[in-house]
């Protein structure tokens, strides 16, 4: 069920479609991806989890704008605070998917980090590899930049190879009782108007 091959592809497939069609829905419309076919409903949640995470890229990157107004600046914030709950949740439902799929021993170590986790953490490392990427290969660049960044995009790649065999091995000893993983909630508070003071204290002053 956890196809590690696969699920790189669709990163690095769902990446550059993203960036050559602006017009594909953003995260909040996850389902609209008519360039990308998951081949699993595991691998729709992961698309839907790395879209999250490139409109955050792209979020991060409009919040450090040098030109951008503070009402630029504070209308991004609050993207970027959806996004990070969008893409929480997401992960959160990988593991859900894959503890239905798993039977595992009770009695197996627990394993600190789960395996939506790792995915979220290889999903970065797609956007970070393509970026580089393009700053290895940039006409516009310097020499010794294009051949900083190759070095870099080396790196990645190395890094990104060893994760995903990192989780290929968890999920293996998962399967053969050896190891174990538990839902961990995120418990997000920042946007919980119930649990944020800045949030709940707002709402009294409102209502009065």
Request: glycine residues 2%; negative net charge; charged residues 25%.
């Amino acid at each position: 069920m956890l196809n590690l091959a696969s699920l790189t592809r669709i990163h690095d497939e769902a990446t550059r479609t993203w960036h050559l069609d602006q017009s594909i829905s953003p995260a909040f419309q996850p389902s609209s991806h008519p360039a990308i076919q998951p081949a699993s409903p595991l691998e729709l949640l992961a698309v839907q989890q790395h879209r999250a995470n490139f409109d955050l890229w792209h979020q991060e990157d409009a919040a450090r704008n040098p030109q951008a107004t503070d009402t630029a600046i504070a209308e991004v914030k609050h993207v970027i605070d959806r996004l990070n709950q969008l893409r929480n949740d997401l992960v959160e439902q990988i593991d859900c998917v894959l503890l239905c799929e798993a039977i595992q021993s009770a009695d197996a170590p627990l394993h600190s980090e789960t395996p939506g986790l790792i995915v979220d953490r290889l999903s970065i490392l797609a956007l970070k590899i393509y970026h580089t990427a393009e700053e290895a290969h940039r006409d516009s660049a310097s020499p010794q930049h294009r051949a900083r960044n190759g070095d870099r995009l080396s790196v990645l790649l190395e890094q990104r190879q060893d994760l995903a065999s990192c989780l290929e091995d968890l999920w293996a000893q998962v399967l053969a009782g050896k190891r174990r993983f538990k839902l961990y909630r995120q418990m997000k508070m920042y946007n919980d108007p119930d649990l944020n003071p800045v949030l709940y204290s707002h709402s009294k002053i409102t209502a009065q």
